[in-house]
């Protein structure tokens, strides 16, 4: 059983930074991409961020690019998300995601943790 748990959202003014965190457990963390999502009022959950199993590679929707960055620490099964620049529209409930499968990149997530909010105001 995978359980994931994130921490670090919050109120913050447009402009500014958070860095969100996700504790990993239940299984080898370094054999399995990570990932964030979010889920905004009235919308449907949209990807966010991915951090590769194997080399560390990095993608992002483009709605973040160039102000989010992934990372991950194997040895502590943690997760991060560090949001710089944040806007109104980052508004949502951010999650950390985990696949089923690992060593697959791209293998379907099956496993959420139950989120944390980051509200930006203007």
């Known amino acids: 059983q995978v359980q994931l748990v994130e921490s670090g959202g919050g109120m913050v003014q447009a402009g500014g930074s958070l860095r969100l965190s996700c504790a990993a457990s239940g299984r080898t963390f370094s054999d399995y991409a990570m990932a964030w999502f979010r889920q905004a009022p009235g919308k449907e959950r949209e990807f966010v961020a991915r951090?590769?199993?194997?080399?560390?590679?990095?993608y992002y929707a483009d709605s973040v690019k160039g102000r989010f960055t992934i990372s991950r620490d194997n040895a502590k099964r943690m997760v991060y998300l560090q949001m710089n620049s944040l806007k109104p529209e980052d508004t949502a409930v951010y999650y950390c995601?985990?696949?089923?499968?690992?060593?697959?990149?791209?293998?379907?997530?099956?496993?959420w943790g139950q989120g944390t909010q980051v509200t930006v105001s203007s």
């Open positions: 951090i590769s199993w194997s080399d560390g590679s990095l």
């Open positions: 995601a985990a696949p089923g499968r690992g060593r697959d990149d791209l293998a379907p997530y099956r496993y």
